[in-house]
């Protein structure tokens, strides 16, 4: 009965792309200085997860790096110190949501046992 419930996949899984998305960021930070950098950043969460829900693949999501853009400094490079701080900040809101989510499915889970 309780042998694969999706929700805590889901929130595994936001909150895996979460992490991933703030490593990502804390690259683009460090390498904010570096002529000809490209900022990167993690393809959103829906379509990454989409993907992994499509018929013959892995139920384990790959995480992709894409271009995040940006305007080119006259080194090149396109890390823009305010734009990674609000990515970084919306990442860390998805982690938290996904946090919570999990918290909510181990409350009900808990409920209905009657723990």
């Known amino acids: 009965m309780f042998q694969n419930?999706?929700?805590?996949?889901l929130a595994a899984n936001r909150a895996r792309h979460a992490a991933a998305r703030q490593a990502q960021i804390a690259t683009n930070i460090a390498n904010a200085d570096t002529p000809g950098y490209r900022a990167r950043d993690i393809a959103p969460f829906e379509e990454v997860f989409r993907a992994a829900q499509a018929p013959g693949q892995s139920s384990q999501?790959?995480?992709?790096t894409v271009d995040a853009g940006g305007a080119e400094s006259l080194n090149g490079n396109t890390v823009s110190l305010e734009v990674e701080m609000v990515r970084s900040v919306d990442a860390q809101?998805?982690?938290g949501r996904?946090?919570?989510v999990y918290r909510s499915a181990m409350n009900v889970l808990r409920i209905s046992l009657g723990r």
Request: proline share 0%; charged share 35%; glycine share 0%.
């Open 5 to 9: 419930l999706e929700i805590f996949d």
């Open 61 to 64: 999501m790959a995480l992709r």
């Open 93 to 95: 809101r998805d982690h």
């Open 98 to 100: 996904a946090l919570m």
